[in-house]
């Protein structure tokens, strides 16, 4: 999987992640470290998204149609979020 037209690679889930899901509750297992990471509602719903490769303009496209955000605010919230995902080992990019 290489480099979309705007050059931007896309993030996809990372091998050997579980998705422990309760209720409203999502926690990420993460068998390397035996870690794991709670996810809110928002942070839920782009790893539901993310259950195919999604550029983070995807990401904020999707977001946006279902949230009441700023392009600014979501993108920010949404990098934001993805170094967390990616620093734990739960996403890659490529």
Same mark, same amino acid.
């Given at each position: 999987? @290489? !480099?979309?037209?705007? @050059?931007? !690679?896309?993030?996809? =889930? &990372? %091998? ?5 899901? &309760?209720?409203?509750? $999502? =926690?990420?297992?993460?068998?390397? /470290?035996?870690?794991?990471?709670e996810?809110?509602?928002?942070? =839920?719903?782009?790893?539901? +998204?993310?259950?195919?490769?999604? #550029? #983070? /303009?995807?990401? $904020?496209?999707? +977001?946006? @149609?279902?949230?009441? $955000? #700023?392009?600014?605010?979501?993108? %920010?919230?949404? =990098?934001?979020?993805? &170094?967390? +995902?990616?620093? %734990?080992?739960?996403v890659?990019?490529?």
């Amino acid at each position: 999987m @290489g !480099r979309r037209r705007n @050059g931007e !690679r896309p993030w996809r =889930r &990372a %091998a050997g992640v579980i998705a422990c899901v &309760a209720e409203d509750e $999502v =926690r990420l297992l993460l068998r390397e /470290t035996w870690d794991y990471l709670e996810l809110d509602q928002v942070s =839920r719903r782009i790893w539901e +998204l993310l259950s195919e490769p999604k #550029t #983070t /303009t995807q990401l $904020v496209a999707a +977001l946006r @149609g279902e949230y009441d $955000v #700023t392009i600014e605010q979501c993108q %920010a919230d949404i =990098r934001a979020l993805l &170094a967390v +995902l990616h620093e %734990a080992g739960a996403v890659i990019t490529g």
